[in-house]
């Protein structure tokens, strides 16, 4: 059994028609409106278990359900199309064509008591730019100065788009909200949707003088230069964010971000990996052989790896700390250097008796894979 009958609630029969029950609705939904009874719990209770009621007596679909089941099974903020819910927008409707509707949904503009009046904030829109930067420039850090196009806050009217200010009056439709509620008719019956107030634009004022300086707009498309500090280590493909730095508002909310998209130039030996940077460093299998200094760049210029004799191919030495350092932090990544062993790729005679000559003398014991190899092999 239902917890609460709502048809004890409002009033009416369990065969009450819909219009029966709308009107009991209306009717008490009136008389325990919040506005004529501010600070009143009782009324406000009452108020709320009428709503509560209506949510599902009103609706075919959910009063079958409540019949049946003996609940309406969803969330009481459904009949408003979600959770934008009850939540109180101070708006009067111009829809015409459900002018039945029209003063439930006055009511409904304050379920719960919180009527809000005040301006709905808009963010600015973002500004997206480009930057290139060679490899060193992302390395250690640099400042960039780019040219921006934005809409800036017309500072002679204050964003209002009002001559001084304060030629404007509040939007008779949305009272100065912005939004406005639209009832739409669906195969699940009629929605309520709220969108931006189409009297003022979403603009909640109504301007009587525009502002001659940005022809009532509220900003003003200006040229800037903006000097961007970029941060040591930052990579390809990142993005900074630079708050506030986008599009002004077209309602006086915030500004909207600067995005910056970077690029950075490759390298042409070193691959940057995270923090990391990887070389793959080819030698001369003599000097994987005796051993030798090999000349390598760093992010600090050119350093001297000193490659020990008898290297074995693909060798990796880290140099610890040569990679790059961390964004915001005082760490940095290694330098990996991996050796790839090459083979002449062509050879004189005289070279090839030489080999020869190292052939005939190195023993077999002396190559640990090959000889495990062949000990294998021999097995089989
Ligand atoms: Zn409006
Ligand atoms: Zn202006």
């Known amino acids: 059994m239902p917890n609460k009958d709502y048809y004890d609630i409002l009033g009416v029969s369990k065969s009450a028609s819909q219009d029966d029950i709308k009107s009991a609705y209306r009717k008490l939904a009136k008389l325990y409106h919040p506005d004529l009874h501010p600070n009143d719990p009782e009324c406000a209770k009452k108020f709320k278990e009428v709503n509560e009621a209506y949510e599902v007596l009103g609706d075919s679909g959910k009063r079958s359900n409540y019949d049946q089941f003996g609940s309406a099974s969803g969330n009481p903020n459904d009949f408003f199309g979600g959770s934008n819910g009850a939540g109180g927008f101070g708006g009067r409707f111009n829809t015409g064509s459900f002018s039945g509707f029209e003063d439930i949904f006055d009511i409904f503009s304050s379920f719960g008591g919180r009527e809000r009046k005040s301006e709905i904030q808009v963010t600015g829109e973002d500004i997206e730019v480009n930057i290139n930067l060679s490899f060193k420039e992302a390395v250690f850090g640099c400042e960039k100065t780019i040219k921006v196009t934005k809409l800036d ?121 995270g923090y990391n940077l990887l070389l793959d460093l080819p030698i001369p299998f003599t000097t994987a052989c005796l051993g030798g200094k090999v000349k390598i760049p760093t992010t600090e210029g050119f350093y001297d790896l000193t490659i020990p004799s008898l290297t074995q191919p693909n060798t990796v030495f880290k140099l610890k700390n040569k990679g790059i350092k961390y964004l915001q932090k005082d760490v940095y990544g290694d330098l990996i250097v991996t050796v790839r062993i090459e083979m002449p790729k062509d050879i004189s005679k005289y070279e090839k008796e030489l080999v020869e000559k190292l052939d005939d003398n190195i023993s077999l014991s002396s190559y640990k894979k090959f000889k495990t190899y062949q000990d294998k092999l021999s097995k089989l």
Not at 161 to 188: M, V
Not at 212 to 235: L, M, R, V, Y
Not at 245 to 271: F, T
């Open 153 to 273: 806050k017309c500072d002679s009217c204050r964003g209002t788009g009002a001559k001084d200010g304060k030629e404007y009056e509040t939007c008779p439709d949305c009272h100065g909200s912005g939004q406005a509620r639209y009832t739409q008719n669906t195969i699940f019956g009629q929605m309520v949707n709220v969108g931006p107030c189409k009297t003022c634009n979403a603009t909640g004022k109504i301007v009587k003088t525009k502002c001659p300086h940005c022809n009532g707009k509220g900003n003003i498309k200006t040229q800037q230069e903006i000097k961007i500090k970029i941060p040591a280590g930052i990579d390809n493909d990142q993005t900074m964010t630079m708050r506030g730095k986008g599009n002004a508002s077209v309602r006086n909310g915030p500004n909207g971000d600067l995005l910056i998209n970077v690029s950075v130039e490759q390298h042409p030996l070193l691959v940057r990996d």
